[in-house]
């Protein structure tokens, strides 16, 4: 298992991971994101990014089946026209897959094998709406981008990933200032510490995003970025030791109105 968080930002949504999988008491390093671009004239074109956690081979057969759902619209009009789906046209890409994983799950169970996966796809519209589906073990989606406006996958979710999410009372539509990369890192690196399935966060990041100028981006996270996380997930970690400390010494209330007056001076 893993623990896979996808957060809606602004106008895009960035999709982290650890790389940690199991097998039983083995453990071994393997992607649980990938990418989906294609080419149109000599420049990648950045149309989804895919998360999954459970049955690695699931997992696989998954994001080949959402690779090949945006394939097919892009060899019928993204590559003609040159853009990325609109709303409507991401809604339809979701159905296809989902009648897929829907047709290959029962195939599974049909033969006596119950489907131990989840997915998720992350996508921006050609006019810039964040768009995040959770596909479940029977192969149903679930639009998450307006509420919750999160998704998180894996093991992890259960054993300090969400929980880490209600501590900080994260909403989306309310963190437009905070720094979801992170945020992703530092949850991640904390399940770490209490879950042996979950391994520290390694950089496994991608972000897709709408830009005025060049439409629709899909990147991965710079390493001068992820080195900078790691040192503030550090920084963050003692911090939140500190003022637990604070409340201890000086009470709550007193605690509130000093945060409250550092906020207000800026």
């Known amino acids: ?52 956690a459970g049955d690695a081979v699931l997992v696989k057969q998954g994001f080949r089946v959402i690779e090949l759902a945006f394939k097919s619209w892009f060899e019928k009009v993204g590559s003609r026209e040159g853009r990325n789906p609109f709303a409507d046209e991401v809604g339809d890409i979701v159905t296809g897959i989902e009648s897929r ?16 996966a989840s997915l998720l796809l992350a996508s921006v519209t050609q006019d810039g709406k964040p768009r995040l589906y959770v596909f479940d073990d029977r192969g149903l989606a679930e639009p998450v981008h307006d509420n919750p406006g999160y998704a998180l996958l894996g093991k992890g979710v ?73 040192e503030l997930v550090r920084k963050r970690k003692n911090l939140f030791k500190l003022l637990w400390n604070a409340m201890e010494k000086y009470g709550e209330d007193t605690v509130e109105r000093k945060l409250k007056e550092l906020v207000k001076s800026e």
């Open 1 to 52: 298992m893993t623990l896979v968080i996808a957060l809606v930002w602004g106008q895009g949504v960035l999709v982290s991971a650890d790389s940690r999988a199991s097998s039983g008491l083995v453990f071994h390093e393997e992607r649980k994101i990938k990418p989906i671009f294609f080419l149109k004239g000599g420049k990648e074109l950045g149309l989804g990014i895919a998360g999954g």
């Open 101 to 116: 994983l829907i047709a290959r799950y029962r195939e599974l169970r049909g033969v006596g094998i119950e489907p131990n």
């Open 158 to 230: 259960i054993t300090g990933g969400l929980l880490l999410l209600r501590l900080l009372d994260y909403r989306s539509g309310e963190a437009w200032e905070w720094d979801l990369g992170l945020l992703s890192a530092f949850i991640i690196d904390m399940v770490s510490e209490i879950d042996p399935t979950v391994s520290p966060f390694l950089g496994e990041s991608y972000f897709i995003r709408y830009d005025e100028e060049e439409g629709v981006v899909l990147g991965p996270l710079k390493e001068e970025a992820y080195k900078e996380y790691k």
